[in-house]
C-alpha cells in the first residue's frame, strides 16, 4: 500500500524490485553495495544451478555501478515481462 501511495501522490516511486544471479548464496537482509556505499537490501534469495538468484530494492535512478551483496558480485537479470519496468 505504501508504494501505491506513494506513486499516487508525488508521482513515481523511486525504488523498484531488481532480479540478481550471483556465484554464492547471498542472505536476506543483506546490503546491496556499490562502491562501498549501501544502496538497498536483498528482501529474497533462493539457490540456483549458478549459485544464487536474488531479489533486492534498490534506486531506479542508479549508476553502472558493479553491485556486491555479502562480498558476492551480482549481475543484473531481466525479470519477466509482466513485472518489467
Known amino acids: 500500500q505504501e508504494i501505491v501511495a506513494r506513486t499516487h501522490f508525488l508521482g513515481q516511486a ?6 540478481f ?13 556499490a562502491e ?5 537490501t536483498v528482501v529474497s534469495s ?4 549458478s549459485g544464487a538468484l536474488l531479489l533486492a530494492v534498490l534506486p531506479l ?18 525479470l519477466s515481462e509482466g513485472l518489467s519496468r
Open 46 to 49: 533462493a539457490p540456483s544451478d
Open 61 to 78: 535512478g542508479r549508476d553502472d555501478a558493479v553491485l556486491t551483496a555479502d562480498g558476492t558480485t551480482l549481475r543484473e537479470r531481466p
Open 36 to 40: 562501498g556505499q549501501s544502496i538497498g
Open 14 to 19: 523511486k525504488r523498484g524490485l531488481v532480479l
Open 21 to 33: 544471479d550471483a556465484d554464492a548464496p547471498v542472505t536476506e537482509g543483506a546490503e546491496v553495495r
